[in-house]
């Protein structure tokens, strides 16, 4: 919880700083890259738990790893939603 809060504020204190130095960026511009960054994080831990071996009993694991990307993804297209 309290790493999730550093590094919500730091990402804050980052954006005001460039919108700040820019002095002229345009918002979408800025969105964009926050976007863009978010996705660039959120697969690289999606890629390390893929592989990373589960340090849990087996019934708490998937496959053996902290969590398998195939699966989720075959089960979202299995999904009638």
Known sequence: ?????????S???LEEY???RGGGQDPLYLMGCEGLWGLLITLTILVL??????????DKCVNGHIDD???????F???AY
């Open 11 to 13: 990402q804050t204190v």
């Open 77 to 79: 297209a299995a999904s």
């Open 18 to 20: 460039l919108v700040k």
């Open 69 to 75: 990307a195939s699966l989720a993804m075959s089960q």
């Open 1 to 9: 919880m309290v790493v999730g809060q550093i590094f919500h504020a």
């Open 49 to 58: 738990t893929s592989y990373t071996p589960c340090p849990f009993p087996l």
